[in-house]
């Protein structure tokens, strides 16, 4: 009998997973099982959906007729109840599916803040297609937005909504933006783009309730007993795993899913990957849990051939992340956050794109945004982080330079004692490491 394979959410880890099952094992049976009707889609592209710069189907990037074509079968379900003795998933409509091997792949959830007036009609989230959907309905009639949150999801929406028309109030109890990644002038140069985008900044501010104006949204108080009146409130604080199936199941648990190096839950022939998984990485000892796109494709890919008996032990790569903030594409790999203490750690930066221009003989570094800068975090013996704002030319090296860690310390000192020719050292080390072409 063919093995049959269960993989409970279609996201990036689910997908990649019955991918890389497929590939392993031909004559499988493989299943996806998740709880929206439409087929895989972009999340990060939610992003461009609400600032307008995309049509909704440009989102679906993997139809279910490429499914089919691998013959992975789709099917749309709420998973109530997991019974890992007898290897049985209870779906919401009263059927129940056998598995040999389940791969939980569930996600996570974005969390709301815990004040009065919370779950008021007009406060959302975004956490897929239909909140994004819902966002837009309601910003066709909404006067004045407010959003709150410190990341990525937050800046999404309030440059979103400040593109549909709504005056946007964006909140942050930090006194800067990101600033737990990026430096000052770049966390400036983001604030500067959003006021220029018509988004109203106010930093140090912390959001205390919700107030109801028949049983909808109609102000907020902040920190200080400042009121703001909105009729749409976005909140993006954090997200948290979808613990419920694991928890009613009995498997181990902390923040997430609790996962070895091969992506095994504490109960036999069940994986977790993504958003929901803990997973131990073998190099420091320590169970990990990431939030980012390209780390779910990652762990899918391994936890599925792991599934299917590849037996091969993850390790964690540096993380990398391709985003656009304050309408800047802004990549972030590795370890850059300030809050890493390490003497053996220098911040060098590069930037603005006329500079560029000026001393980096060879180098187009010149963005649609107008500016370009680069910040290279260097360790003793190789480069662990950076940050690429505007101009993404040296995005793709970077992550090859961190991913592999390149010895730099022939050109450490230089690297140290030049930071104005960053980009032109840079080369020299990517030559050396056997870069391709010529960046």
Sequence with gaps: MPRSYVIVGNGPAGAAAAEAIRGRDPGAVVTIIGDEKV????????????????????????????????????????????????HRLWLGDGRSVLYDRLLLAVGARALRPQVPGIDLEGVVTLDNLED??????????????????????ALELAEGLAAQGVETHYLMRKDRYWGNVLEPEESALVQTRLVEEGVRLHNQVEL????????????????GGRRLSCDLLAVAIGIQPRLELALQAGLATKQGILADEFFQTSAPDV??????????????????????WSVAIEQGRAAGSNMAGAGQVYRRPP?????????????????????????????????????????AEGFAMVSDAGVSRMRVLVGKEWIVGAVVMGDQTWSRPLQDLVRRRVDIRPMRDLLLNRPGELPTILQAIWKEAGGVGTV
């Design 39 to 86: 087929p895989f889609y972009s999340r990060p592209g939610l992003a461009y959906l609400l600032a307008g710069s995309i049509p909704e189907r440009q989102l679906f990037s993997r139809p279910d007729e490429s499914y089919r074509r691998l013959g992975i079968h789709r099917s749309t379900a709420r998973v109530e109840r997991l019974d890992t003795d007898g």
């Design 132 to 153: 994004a959907r819902r966002i837009l309905r309601l910003a066709k009639r909404a006067r004045r937005a407010a959003v709150v949150g410190g990341g990525i999801t």
């Design 208 to 223: 205390m309730r919700v107030l109801d104006g028949r049983g909808r949204v109609s102000a907020i108080e902040v920190s």
């Design 271 to 292: 994986y977790a990957a993504g958003d929901v998984a803990e997973v131990l990485d073998p190099t420091t000892g320590v169970r990990v849990l990431d939030s980012l």
């Design 319 to 359: 993380s990398f992340n391709v985003t656009r903030i304050g309408g800047v594409t802004t990549t972030v790999i590795g370890a850059v956050g300030s809050g890493r203490v390490d003497d053996d750690l220098v911040s060098l930066s590069r930037g603005d794109s006329q500079s560029w221009r000026e001393h």
